[in-house]
């Protein structure tokens, strides 16, 4: 079986459809339109269920959450494979082996909830497309980058959205939805937490690979704050989980600089709508 | 005969064809009987997907691009979600205009409450016309404004299923639906 497996060739049915991050990253209508976003909803975009496209809103998040499932269930195991198992810099130790096998037994059964999550919701599997970030990030040849790109950075972004998604089912009275949130929380703030022990173990002797490793994960912090989709103020659609990714790992410096970045993407994606 | 036009009649942020989309819409005005002119104004600078009836003598639609847009092929039309979206619409046109139907609020006064009652009954009829229309989304939309319980889930199925309503058919739904959140509160 070969090692490094790349990312087109990732097995998926005919109901899927891959959508290149060139052309999702290069949409000339930026993430919230040339203008900006629109006039009047500057100040609070919150997803909560008072807006009235918010199930929509809820479905479209939902079905990325579930293909973001399913890579992170082919990352963690490729994870698990594509390293000998030794504790050197290109090696992976067998305990952290155990994690990702662990993780990808809790990543298979995130895709068993949200394919019944999305019958619930109305969502058809694969309705919408399919970007490949995810994987991509688990495709780094060092498993200290893939742990701070994935764990950390794109699980870290799960904690915020299920909590999001969380209070959203409490409000709206779907207690399926409330549930199901909850479940896979408890569970991602484990997969931080085990990227945030294991970059420390594996770099506590090697500075500069943590300063790559956190470099990496500040990369795609910001790539999945496009257009301020996360954040501290009602403007991000999606709140940053203080609370459970303190409980994750994270320092409150981690946590703030996490902040700044989405604050960055947002000032940003306001930019180059007013460029537009 | 009816006209339609759509606007922009040339692209430039989106891959959208004008007279892929006015097909579409003279089909529609023909299936729901309706026999006046529509104009399409697409906001292709966006890509959200709000979609708003702006004006209805004459009937004029104001809709941003992520309405029409393709959710699996970024800036690519989608002739389904076009026919979803102006069916929905042109069936509450319909009713608009229909004197035995009654005399609603204008859109920006509807409640979520009612705006998704006159949903379900209008997409309902699309289903009929044979489109291909997403029950069980509709019915999440309509639990989430009227409720995650029987109640909720059998006046969405009368609804559904419905021919011949006034506005106060779905006020009255609206009201069944309220006292069944309010005793589950309570």
């Not at chain 1, 090692?3 to 097995?11: E, N, S, W, Y």
């Not at chain 1, 993430?31 to 976003?37: E, K, Q, S, T």
């Not at chain 2, 029409?68 to 619409?89: H, Y």
Request: glycine residues 8%; aromatic residues 8%.
């Amino acid at each position: 079986m070969r090692k490094l497996f790349p990312p087109d060739l990732l097995a998926r049915d005919g109901r899927f459809t891959r959508v290149n991050n060139a052309d999702r990253f290069n949409d000339p209508r930026g993430a919230r339109g040339v203008a900006g976003g629109r006039p009047g909803k500057k100040g609070n975009n919150r997803l909560t269920p008072d807006l009235p496209e918010a199930p929509d809103a809820a479905r479209t998040l939902m079905h990325g959450i579930f293909v973001g499932e399913i890579q992170a269930l082919e990352g963690a195991g490729r994870t698990c494979w594509d390293f000998e198992t030794g504790k050197g810099s290109d090696e992976a130790p067998f305990e952290l082996k155990l994690d990702m096998a662990r993780q990808c037994w809790d990543e298979a059964r995130h895709c068993e909830i949200s394919v019944k999550l999305s019958d619930w919701m109305g969502t058809e599997l694969g309705e919408f497309g399919e970007s490949a970030f995810l994987y991509e990030a688990a495709c780094n040849p060092d498993p200290v980058l893939r742990l701070t790109g994935v764990n950390r950075a794109l699980e870290g972004l799960a904690i915020d959205v299920f909590t999001t998604m969380k209070d959203f089912g409490d409000i709206a009275g779907d207690p399926v939805l409330e549930f199901c949130e909850d479940w896979m929380l408890a569970d991602e703030v484990t997969h931080v937490k085990m990227g945030s022990d294991w970059l420390r173990r594996l770099t506590a002797d090697d500075p500069e690979r943590r300063a790559n490793a956190l470099e990496f994960q500040r990369v795609v912090d910001k790539l999945f704050s496009f257009g301020g989709l996360r954040g501290e103020t009602d403007e991000n659609p999606i709140k940053l989980a203080r609370r459970f990714r303190e409980l994750a790992g994270f320092t409150d410096v981690e946590i703030d600089d996490i902040s700044n970045v989405s604050e960055e993407a947002t000032r940003e994606a306001a930019a180059t709508g007013a460029r537009g | 005969m009816a006209s339609v036009t759509v606007t922009p009649d040339e692209w430039q942020y989106v891959a959208f064809d004008s007279a892929r989309i006015a097909a579409v819409a003279e089909k529609l005005l023909g299936e729901t009987g309706l026999d006046v002119d529509l104009k399409i104004e697409v906001d292709e600078t966006t890509p959200l997907g709000r979609v708003s009836m702006t004006s209805l003598q004459p009937l004029v639609v104001a809709v941003e691009s992520g309405a029409f847009e393709d959710a699996k092929r970024p800036r690519q039309l989608s002739e389904v979600a076009v026919a979803d979206v102006l069916g929905r619409l042109l069936h509450r046109c319909r009713d608009r205009l229909d004197p035995a139907f009654g005399e609603p609020p204008p859109d920006a006064a509807l409640t979520l409450q009612q705006s998704t009652a006159w949903d379900a009954y209008a997409v309902g009829r699309c289903a009929r016309l044979g489109y291909p229309v997403q029950r069980q989304r509709r019915l999440y939309h309509f639990r989430n404004r009227h409720g995650f319980n029987d109640v909720a889930d059998q006046a969405f199925a009368r609804l559904w299923e419905a021919q011949g309503l006034t506005w106060a058919d779905l006020e009255a739904v609206c009201q069944e639906t309220d006292a069944a959140r309010s005793a589950s509160v309570g």
